[in-house]
C-alpha cells in the first residue's frame, strides 16, 4: 500500500521485486510518481519500453500528437528507425549509428545540413524518453552540423511563375494554377491553403487562422487573389472551402513533372509548394518592404527567419548611404531695391 493505493505487480524474478519496492516506496516519500514495475526476464532495472518502435509509439502518443508540426515530427524519426530497424533496442544505440545515419540522408536522401539537423532533432527526442524511463542513461552524442546562414534561396523572380501557369493550364490543371497563384500572392502555407474556407474570403482579407504561431492574419489579397478566389467559388467541388476538393499528393506530383519538364532552376526545385511561400517573402523583400512586416505578413516565428529573404534585395541598402552624405547648404535669395 502507497498512499493509499495497492500494488500488485507480477515479476519474474524477486531481486526484481524487491528492486522495484525500494523505488517505489522512495518515490512515496519524495512525493514522486510511482515508477512503473520491471518486467526485465533476468530481474534487471528497466521497463517493458524497449525498442526503438516502442519508445517511437510512446512519444507520438504522447508528445507529438497535439502539436501542429507532429506528422512532421513524427516522419523524421520513422526515417530513422526504417532505416536502423524497428526491434532495435535502444540501448544498443551509440554515437556510430548516429554519425552513418547523418551519412545515409546526406549521400542516399540528398539531404542538406539543416534538414539532417532536424531528423536529428526528433530521434533525440526518443533518445532523451529513453533517459527518462530509465533505459539509458545517456543520449549519445549527436552532432549539429553547421547550416548556411541564407537558408533555401529558391524562389521565383517576378514573373517567373508564368511558364509553369501556362504549361498547368495546357493540361487542364486549372485548379493548380489557381492554388499556385494564392500562395504566391498570399505566402500561405499548403496546410493554411487547404483548411481556407469561402467565410475566411472578405472584400479586404484573406483570414488565415490559427497559423503555425497560433496567430491569426489578415492578408490583404492583390488583384489576382481576388480573380482566383471568385472563381474557386464557381470551380471547386467543396462547397465551403476554395481549395477544400484539391488532392495535395496530385498536386504535388503534377507540380513536380512541371518543373522537370521546364527545367533549369525549375527543374532544381524540391519543395513544390514551399517554394511558392520562398518566392512570396522574396519578392516583399526585393521590392523594399521591411523585415516586420514581412515577418508578419508571413507568419514567421522571428527576425532571423525573414532576414534571409531581406539578404536577396540587390538595392536594400542604396537608400542608406544617403544619410551619410554632407547636408545641402540652403541657398538664401537676395533682393536688392
Known sequence: MLNGTRYRPVFTTEAAAVTWESEARLAAKLGKPIPQPTVDTLGNRGTALKTLDDFYKLVKKERWASRKSGDKLARNAEIFIEWKGKSTPVKDIVSRDLYNYANYCREDLGNDNATINRK????????KKAVHEGVITMVPYIEKFKETSLGSVDFLDFGEEEPMIRLLDHKGFQRITQLVIFLIDTGARINE????????????HVILRDRKSGRTSYIPPTARVKAVLAQCRIDSKDPECPFGDIHLDTARRKLNEIYEKLGGKYAKFTQPFHVLRHTCASRLAMRGIDAKRIMDYMDHSNLSVTQRYMKLSPTALDDVAAALEPATPKLQLVIND
Open 120 to 127: 536529428m532533432s526528433s530521434v533525440k527526442v526518443l533518445l
Open 193 to 204: 491553403a487547404k483548411k481556407l474556407t469561402f467565410d475566411d474570403v472578405t472584400e479586404r
